[in-house]
């Protein structure tokens, strides 16, 4: 700001005129150093804390040596101590907050008060021994000098009784109370000892309460100061629930009708609202000899100088009339009725009484309160003659807070008047005219249902004339509140007419509303209030039944907004698709909505592509395969082209997330595929098994079964026994032929009669199988055994005639194998046909019964003996063959 240092006069008696040395005087306080810091070095050093410290530690030694400022946060921030670290905190902290608390100011005093006051309340501390401690810290500074420090502390003693028991509370809390009651202390101890008194007697049962705090409590509802009677006046009702009905009746309700005719208005209207607190505790006799004169003696005329009785009587006074309606006779009900009569006009210029305005007006904003308790008290039948023109006056009141305290509890009275609703149609007009907002945002509250019952119930003609009116009233009501400022008005008053389209027909919803609404829509620059008006023009949409008006309104959507010159416009039909997709079908949407949503995509505004690339998920969550299998391929025509052709980072960023989600999606379809795939093998894992188990039994029942043809069949497979037993012997014996037949011819000779052995043998092939086996294989023995050289070729004629028969028998037994094989082959076939039929069986009828088991086991028995009797006859059949052709052979030989 100065561009060079101004050099001053060297020190001397100061010379000139008195302004050109004050100028001089301020020159110089501005070339004075600046200070850079607002703390010195040293104090800096003070404020320094270790940081190697916890949280302990660090609040220990701030309230040791740290500076006021210091101690007060470390104080407030004790319940976080306590949460981390209960036990070190009230070990070592607490004890250093009770130290400071002495001589300590009010700041310090006030945090200490509302930190263990949060502690308490937060149900931080587990154990009665932490509460002990706050206890003792509480009451040491309960009487403070300070009232506003007092009350804090005040408050911090009245929540630790909740967590303290009753021997700590009477030792600790209620023995000083005996001394802090009495006269020779101060009020301020003594108003503290009647809020305590009425905590403590919700801990006691009801014999304490009666024996020891309730003479105290009488004591101090007798004190000379005022204050301290009306403090235990209120704390009356609550010692009343701890010592029960007949208690209160004789020792309670005597107290509080003498205070309730004390000398000071103050007590009298703390014992009148006490009394009507505890009606529901009185029986019949109780409200008809005490309560009922009380109440008529507060409605005299001659009570009418005490404000504060009219004001608590005008509060009270639907409760009353509800609560005393059957202890009242006919009289009393009139004059009470005549006594809200007054209530209501009570303060306005009509009246003789002039009271101060803002008492007379909390009287008319009471008994708007209760209006509706007092249409109960009278009947909805009298309503007209009786209550209509004490309402009718409310409505059109002077005062604003009147009105809309009235405006707040029309729709309780519409409820009450059920098919009368009709008598109060001047009234919902001239509230929906009214000229003060407030009194509109009160109504507005519940219009939907003041409408939805009065265009309900009311009479069908009577409506007919009547609604022409009303839907003027609606219209310019929104006109006014959308002239305004009260944005959020306008909002709640375009959500409440929705409910229109169920209570209007849609073609007067059409002509009256539907335009107006949509004027709102592409003409208001809030966006909530724009988005609220396009709900309400989709909901209206939805409700109308004609569809030339319907395909106009889609019209308008496309043309002014879809299709719309200024990007607000198509930035508004996109909210527009998203409020669509909550209101209207799947079906719906994706006919009208979808496609002008889409070809945004060639948008040229960023903006609107931006919007579109957000609201994409949703569009594609209304596509469902395969009949949107045309409009999904659109939408995805659209992705790829904002994948290919953008150049917006911001929009090619929410296109990159929506294709990764949708990569996502279809990754998730993948892994849900699979996880079917794997419940699906494990369903049929547990399944086989079953089917296995269930297979072993019909195996055992089978072989049960089947034992008798199990037995049979011994004979034949040991008969295959032999079969192949001989197989391997003739093979031994060709052997051995052969080996005879390679022997010189020169060898020894034989016997005569060998040759006829040979015959003899071979002629006794009649016999049965294994005889002539036995008989061929004794034979070919001999023959091989006992080889001479003296007849080598008698030898070598008769060893090629058995070379010969035993290639016969191995082609024979070759071909038994075979068909042996073959049969068997099919025994194998024909069981694996059996097990997958018996398979596909058991899994197409998995939920049968035991007796269908049962029957297919019968019948799958009956199929493999069967089976078993026809391989059976196979194999003998084949035996015998073999056997006739084998003693062909051998005869022709």
């Not at 911090?156 to 005996?178: D, F, G, H, R, Y």
């Not at 109440?295 to 005008?314: I, R």
């Not at 109060?424 to 007009?429: G, I, Q, T």
Request: with cysteine.
């Amino acid at each position: 700001m100065f561009p060079g240092r101004m050099t001053l006069s060297p020190p001397g008696p100061p010379s000139g005129p008195p302004e050109e040395l004050q100028e001089l005087q301020e020159l110089a306080f501005i070339e004075r150093p600046i200070r850079r810091s607002l703390k010195t070095a040293e104090e800096i050093d003070q404020l320094t804390v270790d940081e190697d410290l916890n949280d302990v530690e660090r609040a220990v030694y701030l309230l040791s040596v740290g500076q006021e400022v210091q101690r007060a946060s470390v104080i407030s921030n004790l319940p976080s101590l306590v949460r981390q670290n209960p036990a070190e905190t009230f070990r070592r902290v607490v004890p250093k907050v009770r130290e400071v608390l002495n001589g300590a100011g009010a700041e310090i005093q006030l945090a200490a008060a509302t930190s263990f006051l949060t502690i308490l309340q937060d149900d931080i501390i587990l154990i009665h021994t932490h509460t002990y401690s706050i206890l003792k810290t509480v009451l040491l500074h309960l009487n403070h000098r300070d009232t506003v420090v007092s009350s804090a502390w005040l408050e911090t003693l009245l929540s630790a009784i909740n967590a303290l028991p009753k021997e700590t509370i009477k030792q600790e809390v209620l023995n000083p109370l005996l001394y802090q009651s009495q006269l020779s202390h101060s009020l301020q101890a003594r108003l503290a000892a009647c809020r305590i008194l009425g905590k403590a007697s919700c801990k006691f049962d009801s014999l304490i309460v009666k024996k020891e705090l309730l003479p105290l409590a009488r004591s101090l509802s007798r004190d000379t100061e005022s204050e301290v009677r009306v403090c235990m006046c209120r704390q009356l009702e609550s010692m009343a629930r701890a010592i029960g009905v007949e208690d209160t009746r004789t020792e309670l309700l005597p107290e509080l009708l003498e205070l309730a005719g004390d000398e000071e208005s103050s007590v009298r209207l703390a014992a009148f609202d006490s009394i009507i607190s505890l009606m529901e505790m009185m029986d019949g006799d109780d409200r008809l000899h005490l309560l009922v004169p009380l109440v008529m003696s507060a409605c005299d005329a001659s009570s009418q100088v005490d404000e504060g009785v009219m004001v608590s009587l005008s509060f009270q006074f639907g409760k009353l009339c509800s609560g005393l309606a059957g202890s009242l006779s006919e009289e009393q009900k009139t004059f009470l009725l005549q006594k809200f009569q007054v209530l209501c006009i009570t303060g306005l210029p009509t009246e003789e009484n002039q009271m101060d305005v803002g008492e007379s007006t909390l009287i008319r904003c009471n008994c708007c309160y209760n209006l509706p308790a007092m249409v109960a008290f009278v009947d909805p039948a009298h309503f007209l003659c009786d209550i209509h023109p004490s309402f009718s006056g409310l409505c059109s009141d002077p005062e604003v807070s009147v009105r809309r305290s009235v405006a707040a509890s029309f729709h309780q009275v519409v409820k009450l008047l059920e098919s009368n609703v009709h008598v109060v149609h001047k009234e919902l007009l001239l509230l929906l005219q009214d000229s003060a907002l407030e009194v509109l945002d009160a109504l507005m509250n519940h219009l939907d249902e003041t409408l939805e019952l009065v265009l309900s119930r009311g009479d069908n003609l009577i409506l007919d004339n009547k609604l022409p009116e009303l839907l003027s009233a609606l219209l310019s009501a929104e006109q006014k509140v959308g002239s305004s400022l009260r944005w959020r008005l306008h909002e709640k008053l375009l959500h409440r007419y929705s409910c229109l389209s169920r209570l209007l027909p849609g073609e007067l919803l059409h002509q009256t509303f539907s335009a107006r609404i949509f004027i709102i829509l592409t003409t208001n620059k809030v966006l909530p209030v724009q988005k609220e008006a396009a709900r309400t023009f989709c909901t209206f949409l939805r409700y109308n039944r004609k569809q030339e008006q319907r395909q106009e309104m889609m019209e308008r959507l496309i043309q002014d907004l879809a299709q719309g010159r200024s990007y607000w416009n198509r930035l508004r039909f996109l909210d527009v698709c998203e409020i669509a997709t909550e209101i209207f079908s799947r079906k719906y949407f994706n006919k009208h909505f979808l496609i002008p949503a889409l070809e945004l995509v060639h948008d040229p505004v960023a903006n609107v592509r931006y919007k579109l690339c957000q609201l994409l998920p949703r569009l594609r969550s209304s596509l469902r395969l395969p009949a949107d299998k045309l409009l999904l391929q659109k939408l995805d025509f659209c992705v790829q082209k904002f994948l290919c052709r953008e150049k917006d980072k911001d929009v090619v960023a929410m296109i990159r997330k929506f294709h990764k989600r949708h990569d996502w999606d279809l990754l998730d379809q993948k892994k849900e595929k699979e996880e079917m795939l794997l419940l699906e093998m494990l369903e049929r894992q547990q399944s086989d098994g079953k089917l296995n188990s269930d297979k072993h039994m019909e195996r055992k029942r089978r072989d049960s079964k089947t034992s008798l043809s199990s037995a049979k069949s011994m004979s034949v497979s040991s008969s295959t026994g032999s079969s192949s037993s001989g197989k391997e012997t003739r093979k031994a014996k060709l052997s051995r032929s052969r080996s005879l037949s390679s022997q010189p011819t020169s060898s020894k000779p034989v016997n005569s009669d060998r040759p006829l052995k040979v015959k003899d043998l071979s002629g006794s092939s009649g016999l049965g199988k294994s005889t002539r086996d036995d008989s061929v294989t004794t034979a070919h023995f001999t023959l091989t055994t006992q080889s001479t050289s003296s007849m080598p070729v008698l030898i070598r004629s008769k060893t090629t005639s058995l070379l010969d028969q035993a290639s016969l028998l191995e082609q024979r037994e070759h071909r038994k194998s075979t068909l042996d094989h073959r049969t068997g082959n099919r025994d194998q076939r024909n069981h694996m046909m059996e097990h997958r039929t018996s398979s596909l069986e058991e899994r197409e009828h998995r939920t049968s019964t035991l007796d269908h088991r049962d029957h297919r086991t019968s019948t799958l028995g009956q199929r493999s003996k069967t089976m078993e009797r026809g391989s059976g006859m196979k194999d003998s059949q084949s035996r015998k063959l073999s056997m006739n052709r084998k003693s062909n052979s051998l005869q022709s030989e």
